[in-house]
């Protein structure tokens, strides 16, 4: 059977280390997916390079953590956790390769994240995505997540709908 064209056996891993041009990778994952699946200009691009750049520059182990799932080498997906204070934690940049979908990708990612803030002790995580991304908002509210916030403005070289999303621990 395949998903989108990739046979349903396909081995991966998640490795939660990064390597030389993991962020330059994600960074352009984002912006050319973003761009295909939802319109977004190249200043999305520019939001996640400068996100992922300051998660670089500010990674504490104590706090932060990134987790990559690969396959024969190649990113096709990512979330990181960032830890805001010793209570709450933002997390950040869930993406799975759209070949690589209903897999299970996701949900071991999730998984991977969740308990991550449960072992560091933060008591809220909390998430930003926006209302096009309605699968991850769906999968958001299964692992416990509850909308808390609407705002809606032009950003990315369109009019974008942001949700907010937080989980008590």
Not at 4 to 14: A, C, F, L, N, Q
Not at 42 to 66: C, M, N, W
Request: hydrophobic share 35%; aromatic share 14%.
């Amino acid at each position: 059977m395949n998903v989108r064209g990739v046979h349903m056996k396909v081995k991966w891993k998640i490795r939660h280390h990064l390597k030389p041009g993991d962020i330059g990778y994600l960074t352009y994952l984002h912006g050319i997916l973003y761009a295909e699946e939802y319109g977004y200009d190249q200043t999305f691009e520019a939001y996640v390079s400068g996100g992922l750049a300051e998660f670089v520059h500010s990674f504490s182990p104590d706090k932060d953590r990134i987790w990559l799932a690969e396959t024969n080498g190649r990113i096709i997906g990512s979330i990181a956790i960032v830890g805001h204070s010793k209570v709450d934690a933002q997390l950040r940049w869930f993406l799975v390769h759209p070949d690589y979908r209903g897999l299970g990708i996701g949900k071991e990612l999730l998984k991977e994240a969740l308990q991550f803030c449960k072992e560091r002790k933060y008591k809220t995580i909390f998430l930003w995505t926006t209302s096009e991304l309605i699968e991850a908002g769906h999968l958001y509210t299964r692992f416990g997540f509850s909308k808390t916030e609407e705002k809606t403005h032009e950003i990315w070289g369109k009019r974008v709908t942001e949700e907010r999303y937080d989980r008590y621990l």
